[in-house]
């Protein structure tokens, strides 16, 4: 049974740290490419950062110089690190897994979301 599960999430002000962590089971972890995503009320899912499976990180402009994603292999963790928190951070952060294997079929697992709360 394929499960992702967050953690790390909570409250916290302005310029403060979190780090998020994502605990994966029940497929091949390494073979996945992992992704970090937040959703805000009333908003889309948006991605933040990807890790994939040679270690190449990609982080998108909003968070970037602020965020960082890593993974662990032998732990089948993936986290985010999280810096200099804006208000405008605040959002339920999600971990994704995908995987294209060789005939073009996709997996593609969520967990359940951790909620971060950045105060001005």
């Known amino acids: 049974q394929v499960q992702l599960v967050e953690s790390g999430g909570g409250s916290v002000q302005s310029g403060g740290s979190l780090r998020l962590s994502c605990a994966a089971s029940?497929?091949?972890?390494?073979?996945?490419?992992m992704g970090w995503y937040r959703q805000a009320p009333g908003e889309e899912r948006d991605l933040v950062a990807r890790?994939?499976?040679?270690?190449?990180?990609m982080i998108t402009d909003p968070v970037k110089g602020r965020f960082a994603i890593s993974r662990d292999n032998d732990k089948n963790r993936v986290f985010l690190q999280m810096n200099s928190l804006k208000p405008e951070d605040t959002a339920v952060y999600y971990c994704?897994?995908?995987?294209?294997?060789?005939?073009?079929?996709?997996?593609?697992?969520w967990g359940r979301g951790t909620q971060v709360t950045v105060s001005s």
């Open positions: 994704r897994a995908f995987y294209r294997d060789s005939d073009n079929t996709d997996y593609s697992y």
């Open positions: 029940g497929f091949v972890f390494s073979r996945y490419d």
């Open positions: 890790v994939f499976s040679d270690g190449r990180t």
